[in-house]
């Protein structure tokens, strides 16, 4: 059992670092980038705020719930920021190399899109795509309970940031050039 924990954050690490091996060393995913920069650049900046917001979340909630945890979570938050920019990064870049298999292939990656995807495409034109694997321990321990407990001190910016995880990849799949 010991060994299955700590192998779950190695496997993730490798798996991440051979994306981005793969963004480094394949022509054609270094084009599907090269072509959407401003997109790509633009999701970025939407998730770095998200990070930061996941650290704040953790830190303003523990102070919050006493003097004592103040000094914990000062520590404690740069790691949820990078931690939470780490998951995001790895799901996102995971979409986008499955876009751009896509693309390269003249069809779609995986499986049809079902009734969210069916109403999505019909309107907003909107094509997700298949869905990236989400390291779903990560993401609940780094992304969704920063943010709930951000939700917990400020209900209206996580609100927000909520909304902007969402937007995100809606937006960059409807100004997709290659759509």
Not at 2 to 30: I, K, M, S, Y
Not at 111 to 138: C, E, H, I, N, T
């Amino acid at each position: 059992m010991e060994t299955t924990r700590q192998a779950l954050p190695l496997r993730l690490l490798n798996e991440a670092l051979g994306l981005a091996a793969r963004f480094r060393d394949v022509e054609g995913l270094q084009r599907y980038l090269a072509r959407r920069r401003p997109l790509v650049l633009a999701a970025s900046a939407a998730m770095l705020v998200i990070g930061l917001a996941c650290a704040a979340g953790v830190f303003m909630f523990l102070a919050e719930s006493s003097a004592w945890l103040a000094l914990p979570a000062l520590i404690l938050a740069p790691f949820v920021a990078l931690g939470s920019l780490f998951v995001q990064f790895y799901v996102f870049f995971s979409w986008l190399e499955g876009r751009a298999l896509a693309r390269a292939l003249g069809h779609r990656a995986g499986q049809p899109p079902g009734a969210l995807g069916a109403w999505l495409a019909r309107k907003l034109q909107v094509d997700l795509g298949s869905p990236p694997p989400v390291p779903w321990p990560a993401a609940a321990i780094l992304v969704v309970l920063p943010l709930a407990m951000l939700a917990v001190v400020a209900p209206l910016l996580a609100a927000a940031l909520l909304v902007a995880a969402v937007a995100t990849p809606l937006l960059y799949a409807r100004l997709d050039p290659t759509r």
